[in-house]
């Protein structure tokens, strides 16, 4: 468990270097990461994935809007790399194993999977958009900033 | 801070400059409402009242003029690039910066200048971060050591041809159908050179690299904003690069069973 979030976190500090994230955000952009597969991996447990996946997802999303805040840069600094270890990348391997292995049972199901992840992460992100931006603001004093720009 | 009337040579460089942070933006991977906003907010600071812009994925529209300002029209192509999130956040603080007034308009032109130019990662270092992020997502999904090294070396090698080969020369298509090969081709070298113990564990943690979360992620929030154009665009781009993928990873596949007759996966 604590060896799969130490992945997640170094994978997801991987990717932002390749998003070009500034250096100083690496810490949070890892501890999004791993807390996002954190989440996962107990939702998992108890509930279907693709529910695991919608909870992680508003989870990486509400701690990515957090720090955007508090750091005062964009959201998407955050937000894309924590997101990466719940996008179905293994959804889309299966598919393509089990269509070249002629197992089509099996890659209709994984491939219906991965389709129910992507809504699930899809609807995450769209549901904590939805969420004013002056509530992350809470406690912050009142800037020269309008709503959207963070 | 307000300001009395521009003239024509002002009010259009201030439009330039609106155009070039808003081409910054667009061309890093910024969403559109970033972009849209930050050329408005340049406009109305330095005092264009009537200035207007229409941002797609791949083009920023803008006018000006009415009966108090003279006309400005531009249109500029912004081709699909890479995605620098240092630039986005430093255009980004640049324009909180700008208001609370610390720029003239040639200052924030020479600031946005210097964030144009700002240097990306250095391709190895790139083509190390795919490596240890490939390894990363193998464990991940179920890897184990050996597993982790061979996707290490996937990571690295997908990483160069990206870099090398697929970015400056092949189409998003090829490209993606070729690197979900690579990975697959790397992986099943290792596996039957005897490193690596999960064969599909490996690919796995070493095509990360490839998928499309920038697009996929800035699709949804664009969609979700409204701007159905410019998201649906985005979503098609990142629904596109996963089937190449997809592609890529099956095409081998079925080489390798034809050369191998059959190999034991």
Redesign the interface.
């Known amino acids: 468990m604590i ?2 979030i130490l ?2 976190m ?2 997801t500090v ?9 250096r100083r ?1 690496y810490p949070y952009c890892g501890l999004i990461g791993g807390a996002g ?1 954190w989440v996962y991996s107990m939702a998992a447990s108890r509930w279907e994935p693709e529910l695991a996946a919608l909870v992680a997802t508003m989870v990486v999303i509400l701690l990515s809007r957090t720090t955007a805040v508090w750091q ?3 959201v ?2 955050f ?3 924590g ?3 719940l ?1 179905p ?2 959804g ?6 089990y ?3 002629d197992q089509l049972n099996l890659a209709l199901h994984t491939g219906y999977e991965a389709v129910k992840t ?1 809504v699930a ?2 609807l995450g ?2 549901f904590v ?1 939805e969420i004013p931006q002056k509530v992350f603001r809470a406690g912050r004093k009142q800037h ?3 709503p ?2 963070l | 801070m307000a300001k009395e009337e521009l003239d024509e040579k002002e009010e259009k460089e201030v439009m330039e400059t609106a155009i070039m942070a808003g081409h910054i933006l667009l061309e890093n991977g910024a969403e559109i409402f970033r972009v849209e906003e930050t050329i408005d907010r340049v406009c109305r600071h330095y005092g264009v009242k009537s200035g207007n812009a229409f941002v797609l994925s791949n083009g920023i529209f803008t006018t000006a003029g009415n009966e108090r300002e003279g006309y400005f029209a531009k249109v500029q192509h912004i081709p699909v690039g890479g995605t620098h999130l240092n630039r986005v956040a430093a255009v980004n603080q640049l324009s909180r910066e700008m208001e609370e007034g610390l720029y003239t308009i040639k200052e924030l032109r020479a600031a946005l200048e210097s964030i144009k130019t700002m240097p990306g990662k250095r391709p190895i270092t790139q083509i190390f971060a795919s490596g240890v992020g490939s390894a990363a997502f193998c464990c991940l999904f179920g890897g184990d050591v050996w597993d982790m090294g061979a996707a290490f070396l996937a990571g690295l090698l997908l990483y160069a041809y990206v870099l090398f080969v697929s970015a400056p020369h092949l189409s998003k298509i090829v490209g993606n159908i070729g690197g979900g090969a690579l990975v697959t081709f790397v992986c099943a070298f290792c596996y039957f050179g005897g490193l690596g113990n999960h064969l599909n564990f490996m690919i796995i943690g070493s095509i990360t690299p490839l998928i499309p979360g920038v697009a996929f992620t800035n699709g949804i929030r664009d969609i979700a904003d409204g701007d159905y154009i410019s998201g649906s665009v985005r979503m098609l781009d990142a629904i596109l690069v996963f089937f190449c993928i997809a592609i890529g990873v099956g095409m081998a596949f079925s080489l390798l069973s034809g050369i191998g007759g059959g190999i034991p996966l």
């Open positions: 060896g799969e992945a997640a170094v994978g991987a990717f932002s270097l390749l998003f070009g994230v500034p955000y597969w005062r840069c964009p998407t600094v937000l894309i790399s997101i990466f270890p996008v990348g293994a889309i391997y299966w598919t393509s194993y269509i070249v292995t992507a992460i899809v992100i769209v958009f020269e900033v309008t959207r720009q």
